[in-house]
């Protein structure tokens, strides 16, 4: 595989990341719930903080087309090294994840009902340490809440050495166009369960697709999460490729964004949180404007994305998602013995503390671990010739 020149860094991403992992505790602040006591836009707008879950989808397949693929098809270094280098970057994190949530999971297990069977816990305890959780029906009991969305990491990961390499071999004009069929196709699911049902009494073709993608999607949460990875992936190959944008591509940049803008304003001014429908068809455009033009630097220079303090906060940005939920729970639990705060009280209390924890994990635990685990397999240097008589 030919080599890819380092790119330099985009930090703006990276703080980027930890504003998607706070809309992600907002959201699991909102459903606890901890947010009745705020003004009625602000919860709603919380309310749909789990839409940020696809911001984490698309910018890792982004990511992944900036670090690995190059124009051609190449791609740098062997599917091999690929692999060992995501599995030390997420399983560390993952695995002391699980261990804080073990005392969740076994209170859930007591708690079925009905009981969970020996070969259901086992089935669970598999998927869960091998990261195929995302493909089982999994409702009760889980363990990490969360860790479903590392199921779909994984077979993105998977996908990646193949999908990546024929993509980088497309034009620019291709990509546009499956990226935008990506956005069409991972919207269906969710348009599925509503037009299939109207649609019932008819054999034809479209209702058999929304049928069968329904149910995929819905018994296989990977599948259904492919779409939006596909988007990042495309969008890296055509960031990659960028040169000075025109007038007109300007103002159709300029007119998303703005578009965007309002809707989500728009979202604050429902009457309830909106569906995953209109969130997805909506959002995941933005997201993807958003992506690239904080890549590009056309935006994000005043919004400090790019200081140490959010890089930081960015690089801890996976620790804190994975951890968040487990720790909520015990918060929960401490405040309803002993504290007795009101819920937005303590969501405000919550947040710089799972922050702060996920910092020290980054620190002491993720990146110590991605480095030795990184390492292992890397040549060592050619002993020195022995001294005759030495």
Partial sequence: ??????????????????????GVLGY?????????????????????GFSTVSLFFI????????????????????????????????????????????????????????PASTGELLRITGATLTLTQGWLTLHRPTWNIVAWTLSVEAFFYLLF?????????????????????AWLLGI??????????????????LATFLRVWGLISSEAIPLARLPEFLIGLCLGLVFCRREHLTARAWARTVAFVLIGGGLAAGLMRLPEAPSPLVQSAVLVPLFTASIYLL???????????????????????????MTHGSLMNYALALNTRTLGLPHNVLALLFAPVAVGVSVVLFRHV????????????????APPPEVAGS
Avoid: N, Q
Avoid at 14 to 20: I, K, M, N, Q, Y
Avoid at 163 to 181: D, K
């Fill in 1 to 22: 595989m030919s080599a890819v020149a380092e790119r330099p860094a985009l930090p703006a991403l990276t703080g980027l990341r930890f504003l998607a992992a706070m």
């Fill in 28 to 48: 699991h602040c909102y459903c606890a719930p901890c947010s009745p006591a705020l003004p009625s836009g602000i919860g709603r707008l919380i309310g749909a």
């Fill in 59 to 114: 910018l890792s397949g982004f990511i992944l087309a900036y670090t690995y693929l190059e124009d051609g098809g190449g791609m740098k270094g062997t599917w091999r090294a690929f692999y060992r280098a995501r599995f030390a970057r997420l399983y560390p994190v993952y695995l002391v994840s699980l261990l804080v949530d073990v005392p969740m999971f076994v209170r859930a297990v007591h708690m079925a009902d009905p």
């Fill in 161 to 181: 050495p193949l999908v990546g390499p024929w993509l980088a071999r497309r034009s620019t004009r291709v990509l546009t166009a499956l990226a935008a069929g």
């Fill in 188 to 205: 269906t699911p969710m348009l599925a369960a509503d037009a299939a049902a109207r649609l019932t009494d008819s054999g034809g073709v």
């Fill in 295 to 321: 890549a590009s630097g056309l935006v994000g220079r005043g919004l400090g994305l790019g200081t140490r303090a959010m890089v930081l906060l960015g690089g801890a940005s996976y620790a804190l998602y």
């Fill in 366 to 381: 993720e990146e110590p671990m991605r480095h030795r685990l990184r390492a292992l397999r890397r040549p060592r240097a």
